[in-house]
């Protein structure tokens, strides 16, 4: 990915070689991880690594004052190619079921998967809406944030893959502080959030089915991971299997992991489902062991925290909420797949960042880092509004 033009034209110009860096050795890794796994995918991988490469350099090109206008545009996009894969009377050699889901569109080279764009798209109408805004700093403000969020949101939900959906809100709230929103305001929609969790899990253990709010494999899925951490095993033959296979492929890794051929050998004898996809981090930890599982997690604090760099050095309030809102997309999909596959959180079905097997996924994440690089090699232009600042008190609200 080119970062063309002089030293002095990029604000964090280490910042933005760090974030590519990281990046590639991510998807360098994913892509001998899934030579483990499923040597069958690896070919194709590196294949989508290239053209994911390519489509981060297009990203760096535009001006970002050109990719604020187009936010919006881009926004209804994606709206409308989620309302595609649940319209109930699609093809399905055009949208086919998955996994008991629609999440993707065939375009026949590829399959498409639209709420890859959808978080990109979301990212960028919230960066584009907040930028001027102060409204969003009474709690009635809060509500076309909201509202942006729930729209692609709640399309998602239907195909279903509540993975991809959790990761909206923790993004939402990263590009609400970094513009200032009131914490004690912020504070009070997080403990609402918690209570409704918390209310499900004693709806799920005290209440008849047919006053249940989740699905029941969702249900499922949770009571199994709470029976695992307690100890009791009922559940490992069927809805909790995945995961507990994936504790047993990260808990036998050790400290140095057995190796390209003693993995393979692992992985295979285990029979762990999606271990290409959605659990390759055990696989990553049982062929590299703690020391790989913990580099490919210190890769992603140096790509998050190049980031949060880039965002902290900019002046364009636009690109600043936009960067941040794409580090906390990635950190929180990061750490909602490692919690799974380490038995700390429910199987929800999402892909690692640049690691999974996926061309969808790993186009989308190069994508975010060449709109990062981008932003990185653009100062405010010297006639544009000036950029919001709140003081330390006024932004916890005293």
């Known amino acids: 990915m080119a970062l063309a033009g002089a030293k002095g034209r990029f604000s964090s110009p280490h910042a933005a070689v760090g974030a590519v860096l990281a990046g590639v050795a991510l998807a360098s890794l994913g892509i001998c991880a899934i030579s483990t796994a499923a040597p069958q995918h690896a070919t194709a991988q590196l294949k989508w690594l290239l053209i994911a490469l390519a489509v981060g350099g297009v990203c760096v090109l535009p001006h970002p004052r050109r990719v604020g206008i187009a936010a919006f545009p881009l926004m209804v996009v994606s709206v409308i190619l989620l309302a595609v894969v649940v319209f109930p009377a699609m093809p399905r050699s055009l949208v086919p079921v998955r996994n008991g889901a629609t999440c993707w569109i065939n375009?026949?080279?590829?399959?498409?998967?639209?709420?890859?764009?959808?978080?990109?798209?979301?990212?960028?109408?919230?960066?584009?809406?907040?930028?001027y805004r102060r409204t969003y700093r009474t709690l009635p403000g809060l509500l076309v944030p909201f509202v942006l969020m729930f729209i692609p949101v709640g399309l998602i939900l239907k195909e279903p893959d509540l993975g991809t959906a959790l990761i909206f809100a923790p993004a939402l709230f990263a590009v609400l502080v970094a513009a200032g929103a009131r914490l004690r305001h912020l504070g009070v929609l997080v403990g609402l959030g918690v209570l409704v969790i918390v209310a499900n899990i004693v709806v799920i253990y005290t209440l008849p089915n047919s006053m249940q709010v989740l699905k029941p494999h969702q249900r499922q899925r949770?009571?199994?991971?709470?029976?695992?951490?307690?100890?009791?095993?009922?559940?490992?033959?069927?809805?909790?299997?995945?995961?507990?296979?994936?504790?047993?492929?990260?808990?036998?890794?050790?400290?140095?992991?057995?190796?390209?051929?003693?993995?393979?050998?692992?992985?295979?004898?285990?029979?762990?489902?999606?271990?290409h996809n959605d659990m390759i981090f055990a696989v990553v930890v049982n062929r590299w062991g703690l020391v790989g599982g913990a580099g490919m997690i210190g890769l992603y604090v140096v790509l998050v925290g190049s980031?949060?760099?880039?965002?902290?050095?900019?002046?364009?309030?636009?690109?600043?909420?936009?960067?941040?809102?794409?580090?906390?997309?990635?950190?929180?999909?990061?750490?909602?797949?490692?919690?799974?596959?380490?038995?700390?959180?429910?199987?929800?079905?999402?892909?690692?960042?640049?690691?999974?097997?996926?061309?969808?996924?790993?186009?989308?994440?190069?994508?975010?880092?060449?709109?990062?690089?981008?932003?990185?090699s653009h100062r405010a232009a010297i006639l544009s509004r000036p950029s919001f600042e709140f003081e330390a008190g006024e932004v916890n609200g005293r």
């Open 107 to 131: 375009l026949y080279f590829m399959m498409f998967q639209p709420s890859e764009l959808a978080k990109i798209a979301f990212v960028l109408a919230l960066a584009r809406y907040l930028r």
């Open 307 to 376: 980031f949060l760099m880039i965002a902290g050095q900019s002046r364009d309030p636009f690109a600043r909420l936009a960067t941040v809102g794409f580090a906390g997309l990635l950190f929180s999909q990061a750490a909602i797949n490692i919690g799974m596959t380490v038995g700390l959180l429910p199987i929800t079905g999402i892909t690692l960042p640049f690691v999974s097997y996926g061309g969808s996924s790993l186009v989308a994440t190069f994508a975010m880092v060449g709109l990062t690089v981008n932003f990185a």
């Open 222 to 275: 949770i009571v199994a991971m709470i029976s695992q951490a307690q100890g009791d095993n009922r559940y490992v033959k069927d809805i909790g299997y995945q995961q507990d296979k994936a504790m047993t492929l990260v808990g036998a890794g050790g400290a140095l992991g057995y190796g390209a051929q003693g993995a393979a050998t692992m992985v295979r004898f285990n029979r762990l489902p999606e271990d």
